[in-house]
Nanobody, 118 residues
Framework: QVQLVESGGGSVEPGGSLRLSCVAS????????MRWYRRVPGKEREFVAR????????IDEGVAKGRFTISRDNDKNTMYLQMSSLKPEDTAVYSC???????????WGQGTQVTVSS
């Protein structure tokens, strides 16, 4: 059974940093593509970043604007999102998504809340 478990969310003041983690388990293949999304209250879920097993990344500059870095540790089956210079508009539920390359199904974690306020 595939599971994705996020952690690392919390409350932080503007300008602060957080590192989110997503641990994946249950995949039958190691060629897993992992992504971060976020949902701001009252808005559609939006893509944040994506990382391949080989470390190739795609980041939505409109969201991250050089402030977020995505990475992964394949030995730990874990993906990270390092967020810095956080702004109130970054307040959202951040969710991990992952799928095996070529598969039609992707999986979601339960999400972790990030709140940026003074």
């Amino acid at each position: 059974q595939v599971q994705l478990v996020e952690s690392g969310g919390g409350s932080v003041e503007p300008g602060g940093s957080l590192r989110l983690s997503c641990v994946a388990s249950g995949f039958s293949s190691k060629d897993i593509i992992m992504r971060w999304y976020r949902r701001v209250p009252g808005k559609e879920r939006e893509f944040v970043a994506r990382i391949e097993r080989d470390g190739e990344t795609t980041i939505d500059e409109g969201v991250a604007k050089g402030r977020f870095t995505i990475s992964r540790d394949n030995d730990k089956n874990t993906m990270y999102l390092q967020m810095s210079s956080l702004k109130p508009e970054d307040t959202a539920v951040y969710s991990c998504n992952a799928y095996r390359r070529g598969a039609m199904t992707s999986y979601w974690g339960q999400g972790t809340q990030v709140t940026v306020s003074s």
